[in-house]
DNA sequence: CTGTGGCATAATGTATACCAGCGTCAGGAG
DNA sequence: CTCCTGACGCTGGTATACATTATGCCACAG
């Protein structure tokens, strides 16, 4: 009965333990994503001893939070013989851009009938923030580029394009500034969203989901085209020749 | 030397370990797909103690299944509660037909491109496969359905759109036989098939994603509109109101 | 009679110890 | 000098034991 009548208590649900294995999957993963792992050529070897050692926590957790690591693509392991960071290949990263391309137009189909002035604000001021130079900040202008397009997918509406797309960005951070850096795409990125934000505004459901289709699949094409340096040494490891 | 100088013992290569995490895992995956979640309307619980028992290993195997398993969506770890299999929503169900539809609407772009009179040929076989009667036998068109929507998707020969609609549809085996049921749905199926097949043999990239697209959101639409019986009681295990 | 608090039980989350392969290195033989 | 073989160590895989916590019941007090 206390449950509106007596609001004299505000404490917070205090996440007792939400998860040991949940910090040490989000500490691995950031690991992984902070390293770059397509600047040397050698396998990336995890130690589970070595991560329970670092992070404090027994063997136990670790591997759980490997199991989710490896169900989500970011390492592999070989029985008998350790974990590895994975190495996307040039094709795998086609096909998640593919797949990104796929959720995105079909979240830009959906955001044309549902957006707001609102909202169309707020794409303009993550498309325009860096439009007077955006190749002075690459980083920054990746981000802002990034946090653009999960914004088209967040006003799709479905909460599941949000949680798929999240993996599959986390994962493409690696290749975001090269190819960002590359035949002056950044430049030509401002005028697609531009485009694109025009589209959602005008509620022109299918110029939308065209317009998005094209700009990440055209990502794609300069990937296929220009990301041979992904597959330098991503198969050097698997039999040792003698 | 003895590879195959000396082929007097021919043992199978008796998959040790490669996984009983991953036995574990299909088994727990393939208990949950089979067991009629949507029949009784209380939480169905898993026991740790009672999985490791009749799968005859430890804990620790069946912690890590479980941890894919809520990775892939169809348990719920509740600390120091248990676990439960997850009762998709009706929201839900209509999210994943909506990625599935943004995945397969891309696929069936990609693949108007490649296919070839042979995969035509295939498609047609799946499609026509129960259009003299699909009310007889609603279980197997059903499967076949399926089968023909997953064929779009692999002709559109990415691997990544594969993997991901296999757990999609997966989640969606509980759905089917009762949407199939309803509105004639089936008979209808079969008349959007042909002409995705259609479109697909004459090369039609925009006109294939259309319908495609147009088919899947048309379940997604059904399912909006007479899918409440999945929210039934989906939650009534938040509080126990005494 | 009802409500609250404490206790007991059980289940999960974690840690540690043990086991089984695979790689590597060294030593011996040809 | 080279090649084969055996042993050692490193690695992950598994099992079991322990601790912490949630839940339900019972007793006592108001």
């Given at each position: ?41 050698e396998?990336?070897r995890?130690?589970?001893r ?10 136990t957790?670790?591997r ?32 998640m851009?593919t797949?990104w ?40 202008y990746?981000?802002?580029?990034m946090?653009?397009?999960?914004a ?21 951070r ?5 190819t ?5 795409r ?41 990301g041979?340096?992904l ?12």
């Amino acid at each position: 009965m206390q449950d509106f009548a007596n609001p004299r208590l505000k404490v917070e649900p205090l996440d007792l333990g939400i998860g040991l294995r949940r910090q040490a999957c989000e500490a691995i993963k950031r690991a992984i994503t902070e390293m770059d792992i397509y600047g040397r050529p050698e396998e990336i070897r995890l130690d589970e001893r070595q991560l329970s050692h670092d992070l404090g926590v027994s063997r136990t957790p670790i591997r759980e939070a490997v199991s989710i690591l490896e169900q989500e693509g970011f390492v592999r392991s070989i029985p008998r013989r350790g974990l590895v960071v994975v190495r996307k290949t040039k094709r795998e990263i086609v096909e998640m851009i593919t797949v990104w391309a796929a959720i995105e137009s079909m979240a830009a189909r959906l955001a044309a009938l549902r957006v707001t002035p609102n909202d169309i604000n707020e794409l303009h001021d993550l498309g325009e923030a860096f439009q007077d130079d955006p190749d002075r900040h690459i980083h920054d202008y990746s981000h802002a580029n990034m946090a653009f397009h999960k914004a088209i997918i967040r006003l799709g509406g479905v909460e599941l394009m949000v949680s798929l797309t999240d993996t599959l960005f986390i994962h493409m951070r690696a290749v975001r500034a090269v190819t960002m850096t590359q035949d002056n795409r950044a430049r030509r990125s401002v005028v697609d969203h531009r485009a694109i934000i025009a589209a959602l505004a005008a509620h022109d459901a299918g110029l939308a989901e065209r317009l998005v289709r094209e700009h990440t699949m055209g990502l794609a094409a300069h990937v296929e085209e220009h990301g041979d340096f992904l597959d330098v040494a991503a198969g050097d490891h698997r039999r040792r020749p003698g």
